[in-house]
């Protein structure tokens, strides 16, 4: 009995071991750094480039078809150097910031690969995925009861979050790769401009964002 116990223990161990090593095998971690595309302001002011930065961990399921969960950093400023006068309040040198936190899980298709081109050094993916969004005004913070507030995320503008864009990479060896995207965000459900300390008129409207990135991808196996 005791063998047996001993045996079964044994098997367990070694399949978790050679199951986790398979899925080892397949992941990658990816890290992009860029810069930050569009935003709806208020009149008041007008958007600026942002910075962009992102990580996420890949799971590659065939040549095909991978998957990502990743976390996405984009911030705003919005800023109008002009005096304005309305109701007799005067604006001027306006400075508003604010950060946008991403949640996102992606899926992406890897279009040589579907074409049957055969290529080792060069990957091009076409992307698509959703996500949760949370946009992040220490100048601004208002009660909030949704499900989101409830999780940290109260005061905070929150909206979900549709991705499209391309993925190309370049393998410079089994390891590592370097990599560009360029992703198209549309913001659904944003409540604010992204000025929202100058004007935190409700809008409930969508948004959009460009995402452009160059980054590193390295693989988990050895």
Request: glycine letters at 8%; aromatic letters at 8%.
């Amino acid at each position: 009995m005791k063998i047996n116990i001993f045996l079964v223990t044994f098997l367990l161990i070694g399949f978790f071991q050679v199951k986790g090593q398979s899925i080892k095998d397949k992941l990658s971690l990816d890290m992009n750094i860029g810069t930050r595309l569009l935003g709806k302001t208020s009149d008041k002011t007008n958007i600026i480039p942002g910075f962009h930065a992102s990580s996420g961990l890949l799971y590659s399921v065939n040549k095909i078809f991978s998957v990502k969960g990743e976390l996405a950093v984009d911030s705003y400023h919005a800023r109008d150097f002009a005096s304005k006068w309305e109701n007799q309040i005067k604006y001027t040198n306006i400075h508003d910031r604010s950060f946008l936190v991403r949640a996102n899980l992606k899926g992406a298709i890897n279009l040589l690969e579907l074409a049957k081109i055969n290529s080792d050094k060069f990957v091009f993916n076409l992307i698509g995925g959703v996500g949760l969004a949370s946009n992040y005004n220490s100048d601004f913070r208002q009660k909030n009861t949704t499900i989101l507030s409830r999780l940290g995320l109260k005061g905070n503008d929150n909206m979900l979050c549709v991705l499209v864009g391309v993925n190309p990479k370049l393998n410079v060896s089994p390891r590592v790769s370097l990599t560009s995207e360029i992703s198209y965000g549309l913001l659904l459900n944003q409540t604010y401009y992204i000025d929202r300390k100058v004007n935190s008129t409700s809008i409930n409207s969508t948004d959009n964002l460009l995402n452009i990135s160059l980054g590193i991808s390295l693989k988990l196996k050895k």
